[in-house]
């Protein structure tokens, strides 16, 4: 049976101790393993090679799967603050990510919407709601708050 420090080893040799990348090793450990299993590995894997696999993935992927893949150790490492980073980028510069607010906000109102907010103010020195309040209007303003708010 693998240990965490062993799937930390698989992905070290299948990214950076290797010509080409073993995408599939990448895949196999960070798709099919728990939170807490996979946040160990990132630890160990950051042990034992000196930087961070979010590192070592800007090096060995590209397009998508980098993205998605950052996305994913972003997640995993901080899931509180990799949701207050995204409905951040929603309200951020001309116009609002109407749909990224929607699917955060509320799929997140029953699990860890308290977290995210204390992340949010904590990262960007503003309440979710006061960020809300001034980057939406209407119906649809109050509704998202009234979500944020508990009501």
């Given at each position: 049976?693998?240990?965490?420090t062993?799937?930390?080893?698989?992905?070290e040799?299948?990214?950076?101790?290797?010509?080409?990348?073993?995408?599939?090793t990448?895949?196999?450990i960070?798709i099919?393993?728990s939170?807490?299993?996979l946040?160990?590995?990132?630890?160990?894997?950051?042990?034992i090679?000196g930087?961070?696999?979010?590192e070592?993935i800007?090096n060995?992927?590209s397009?998508?799967?980098?993205?998605?893949?950052?996305?994913?150790?972003?997640?995993?490492?901080?899931q509180?603050?990799y949701?207050?980073?995204?409905?951040?980028?929603?309200?951020?510069g001309l116009?609002t990510n109407?749909?990224d607010l929607i699917?955060?906000?509320v799929?997140?109102?029953?699990?860890d919407?308290?977290?995210?907010?204390?992340?949010?103010?904590?990262?960007?020195?503003?309440s979710l709601a006061d960020n809300?309040?001034?980057?939406c209007?209407?119906?649809?303003?109050d509704?998202?708050?009234?979500i944020?708010?508990g009501?």
């Amino acid at each position: 049976m693998c240990t965490l420090t062993d799937h930390a080893h698989e992905l070290e040799q299948a990214g950076e101790k290797r010509w080409g990348t073993d995408e599939s090793t990448f895949m196999k450990i960070l798709i099919t393993k728990s939170f807490p299993h996979l946040q160990q590995v990132l630890n160990d894997y950051e042990q034992i090679t000196g930087h961070s696999i979010e590192e070592a993935i800007r090096n060995e992927f590209s397009d998508d799967m980098k993205d998605g893949l950052i996305a994913l150790v972003k997640n995993i490492q901080n899931q509180p603050g990799y949701f207050a980073f995204e409905l951040y980028q929603a309200m951020k510069g001309l116009g609002t990510n109407e749909k990224d607010l929607i699917r955060i906000i509320v799929s997140r109102s029953e699990i860890d919407l308290t977290l995210i907010k204390q992340q949010y103010e904590q990262n960007y020195g503003q309440s979710l709601a006061d960020n809300i309040e001034s980057e939406c209007s209407g119906s649809f303003r109050d509704t998202l708050i009234a979500i944020i708010k508990g009501n």
